[in-house]
């Protein structure tokens, strides 16, 4: 027959390799998922930001161009005068190139600025073409590019003239070499039209070396870098490979990353490949001009703090197991209190619970157990907390967003059914948004949302802002705020007309707002409030409108 100690130790022993089996196993499996899908947020924020960045870059230079298309085309009278007329064109001509020298100097990485005309309409040589004769020089005249001299399938010489007329649109050409100034260069070109007649084209070339050295920057983790290749998989930019090699003629295993670059996927997952036998991982993005932005790092560097982590809490297993053994062996009395807890917070984790603490402890075995147990659950807490923060944080503006509201709602309507609380709520709203994305693109809405949400921040310090709709806000004041809400209005209409005066008529922003104040007598849900608020805004959006109709 067993004794009671060694049915007790059996027992303790017993729940010492239950309990580490569950924490260990739980630690690895949420570690996994939580490292996992850190990793892959990382990696593609950093590169969406990268595209951003890039993107953004290549908007200010075609914003250069276009500008200059848009006068190009005003100032011409009319086809016919510009073919027949030879005063007319030299003078055409020479009104355009003050504008074009001034759009190429104001624009980053220009080295050459050109306005050519349909050679079936003037001369081969017409048109105006300023270039810089060094990277550091300023732009000087040179003789346009004779048109008689090349056939239009010489894309060599004259592409940057006939391609964007094929396409019909603006278009991005290929990096290419110029030789004269030993720089690579990337062209903007627009095809001008009038009627179904073409005019010619405006361009500007581009030092590639602004794009290689930004992406030539980038290190995530310890040698991940950025590359950039054509929507063909032909090498742009890389540390590694010459320009314009396919990736896929390299090594025979990046072909299916060729094939993934050609479709132009991209999203919130990785795309796991191997290069020369190493396994890595990549995110990447389609830029405005058709090329592809990757990231990617090493497989072994992105789970380096996973692998350590499943490793120290294997390593840790294995050393609590046999201490465990003879600890429990020579001193099961001590042991009861601190195992008694472990089992309880054991228990807790299971259920979902990780708010623990645990206080007993001993200078052993037992207390190295509970400290690795301690040390894991704080782990996952934080992994867990992180998570949770994401869930309620609006990715656009930073502040919070719908599902924080829909918890402040739960939480002040449980206040409303205890007792009196005070407070008031406040619902704004960006005015004509989608005629702003419409004429000027949703990147530039996005721009104004976002200003629009640091005027109200700024406006409303100490309260909560809620993105509750692509361009409603809504503000709850309490305590202090909610006393002072008249000024707070105040201050900010005043934040509004001083952004307005330091801004043009194009970025003006015109916000309506409304407020509600709680009234126990007729506000039964927290809903009733909020329809107040809403209707006050309206109201105030239709008195702007018909204000702005008066001044007209």
């Given at each position: 027959?067993?004794?009671?100690?060694?049915?007790?130790?059996?027992?303790?022993?017993?729940?010492?390799?239950?309990?580490?089996?569950?924490?260990?196993?739980?630690?690895?499996?949420?570690?996994?998922?939580?490292?996992?899908?850190?990793?892959?947020?990382?990696?593609?924020?950093?590169?969406?930001?990268?595209?951003?960045?890039?993107?953004?870059?290549?908007?200010?230079?075609?914003?250069?161009?276009?500008?200059?298309?848009?006068?190009?085309?005003?100032?011409?009278?009319?086809?016919?005068?510009?073919?027949?007329?030879?005063?007319y064109l030299e003078e055409y001509t020479k009104r355009l190139e003050s504008v074009a020298v001034n759009a190429a100097n104001n624009t980053e990485g220009a080295v050459a600025v050109y306005v050519r005309f349909n050679p079936d309409l003037t001369p081969p040589t017409s048109g105006l073409f300023w270039s810089k004769t060094d990277l550091n020089g300023t732009f000087q005249q040179l003789v346009p590019t004779d048109f008689s001299k090349y056939s239009p399938t010489d894309t060599e010489?004259?592409?940057?003239?006939?391609?964007?007329?094929?396409?019909?649109?603006?278009?991005?050409?290929?990096?290419?070499?110029?030789?004269?100034?030993?720089?690579?260069?990337?062209?903007?070109?627009?095809?001008?039209?009038?009627?179904?007649?073409?005019?010619?084209?405006?361009g500007m070339d581009i030092d590639f070396n602004i794009i290689k050295n930004t992406i030539n920057d980038v290190q995530i983790y310890d040698s991940g870098y950025a590359f950039l290749t054509d929507d063909k998989g032909n090498v742009m930019c890389h540390n590694t490979y010459p320009f314009g090699i396919p990736m896929s003629s390299v090594d025979e295993s990046l072909i299916p990353l060729t094939a993934e670059l050609e479709n132009g996927t991209s999203g919130n997952s990785l795309y796991?490949?191997?290069?020369?036998?190493?396994?890595?991982?990549?995110?990447?993005?389609?830029?405005?001009?058709?090329?592809?932005?990757?990231?990617?790092?090493?497989?072994?560097?992105?789970?380096?703090?996973?692998?350590?982590?499943?490793?120290?809490?294997?390593?840790?297993?294995?050393?609590?197991?046999?201490?465990?053994?003879?600890?429990?062996?020579?001193?099961?009395?001590?042991?009861?209190?601190?195992?008694?807890?472990?089992?309880?917070?054991?228990?807790?984790?299971?259920?979902?619970?990780?708010?623990?603490?645990?206080?007993?402890?001993?200078?052993?075995?037992?207390?190295?157990?509970?400290?690795?147990?301690?040390?894991?659950?704080?782990?996952?807490?934080?992994?867990?907390?992180?998570?949770?923060?994401?869930?309620?944080?609006?990715?656009?503006?930073?502040?919070?967003?719908?599902?924080?509201?829909?918890?402040?709602?739960?939480?002040?309507?449980?206040?409303?059914?205890?007792?009196?609380?005070?407070?008031?709520?406040?619902?704004?709203?960006?005015?004509?948004?989608?005629?702003?994305?419409?004429?000027?693109?949703?990147?530039?809405?996005?721009?104004?949302?976002?200003?629009?949400?640091?005027?109200?921040?700024?406006?409303?310090?100490?309260?909560?802002?809620?993105?509750?709709?692509?361009?409603?806000?809504?503000?709850?004041?309490?305590?202090?705020?909610?006393?002072?809400?008249?000024?707070?209005?105040?201050?900010?209409?005043?934040?509004?007309?001083?952004?307005?005066?330091?801004?043009?008529?194009?970025?003006?922003?015109?916000?309506?707002?409304?407020?509600?104040?709680?009234?126990?007598?007729?506000?039964?849900?927290?809903?009733?409030?909020?329809?107040?608020?809403?209707?006050?805004?309206?109201?105030?959006?239709?008195?702007?409108?018909?204000?702005?109709?008066?001044?007209?």
């Amino acid at each position: 027959m067993r004794s009671i100690q060694t049915k007790f130790i059996i027992l303790i022993l017993s729940c010492i390799f239950i309990c580490s089996a569950v924490i260990g196993g739980a630690g690895i499996i949420n570690a996994e998922k939580a490292v996992d899908k850190d990793t892959a947020q990382l990696m593609n924020l950093r590169c969406s930001e990268l595209a951003g960045d890039m993107d953004a870059m290549l908007s200010r230079i075609e914003q250069s161009v276009k500008t200059l298309v848009v006068f190009t085309d005003e100032q011409l009278e009319s086809v016919e005068r510009l073919k027949n007329d030879e005063a007319y064109l030299e003078e055409y001509t020479k009104r355009l190139e003050s504008v074009a020298v001034n759009a190429a100097n104001n624009t980053e990485g220009a080295v050459a600025v050109y306005v050519r005309f349909n050679p079936d309409l003037t001369p081969p040589t017409s048109g105006l073409f300023w270039s810089k004769t060094d990277l550091n020089g300023t732009f000087q005249q040179l003789v346009p590019t004779d048109f008689s001299k090349y056939s239009p399938t010489d894309t060599e010489h004259v592409g940057w003239y006939y391609i964007p007329l094929k396409n019909g649109k603006a278009s991005w050409l290929a990096p290419y070499s110029n030789e004269n100034i030993n720089v690579q260069m990337i062209s903007y070109v627009v095809p001008i039209y009038r009627g179904n007649e073409t005019v010619g084209v405006v361009g500007m070339d581009i030092d590639f070396n602004i794009i290689k050295n930004t992406i030539n920057d980038v290190q995530i983790y310890d040698s991940g870098y950025a590359f950039l290749t054509d929507d063909k998989g032909n090498v742009m930019c890389h540390n590694t490979y010459p320009f314009g090699i396919p990736m896929s003629s390299v090594d025979e295993s990046l072909i299916p990353l060729t094939a993934e670059l050609e479709n132009g996927t991209s999203g919130n997952s990785l795309y796991t490949y191997t290069n020369e036998g190493v396994e890595k991982k990549m995110a990447f993005r389609t830029l405005n001009n058709g090329m592809r932005l990757a990231l990617t790092a090493p497989l072994s560097e992105i789970d380096k703090s996973k692998n350590e982590l499943i490793l120290q809490i294997a390593i840790a297993l294995l050393i609590i197991a046999p201490l465990s053994v003879l600890v429990t062996v020579a001193i099961t009395r001590r042991m009861i209190k601190p195992l008694r807890e472990l089992n309880t917070a054991a228990k807790k984790i299971a259920e979902g619970d990780l708010s623990i603490s645990l206080t007993q402890q001993t200078k052993d075995e037992v207390g190295t157990l509970s400290d690795s147990f301690q040390q894991t659950v704080d782990h996952l807490q934080k992994y867990i907390n992180y998570i949770n923060s994401l869930a309620y944080r609006d990715a656009l503006t930073g502040v919070k967003n719908k599902a924080a509201y829909q918890e402040a709602e739960r939480r002040l309507e449980e206040l409303m059914r205890q007792g009196c609380p005070e407070f008031a709520i406040v619902v704004l709203d960006i005015n004509d948004l989608k005629y702003v994305n419409d004429c000027f693109g949703h990147d530039f809405g996005d721009m104004l949302i976002m200003d629009s949400c640091k005027l109200i921040c700024k406006s409303f310090p100490h309260s909560p802002v809620y993105r509750v709709g692509g361009d409603e806000f809504a503000v709850i004041l309490e305590g202090t705020d909610y006393n002072n809400y008249v000024e707070l209005l105040e201050r900010f209409q005043t934040a509004v007309d001083e952004y307005n005066m330091h801004n043009d008529s194009d970025s003006r922003l015109s916000i309506a707002r409304g407020i509600a104040i709680y009234n126990s007598d007729i506000d039964l849900v927290f809903s009733n409030v909020f329809k107040r608020a809403d209707d006050a805004m309206y109201q105030n959006k239709k008195d702007m409108k018909d204000r702005m109709r008066q001044d007209i």
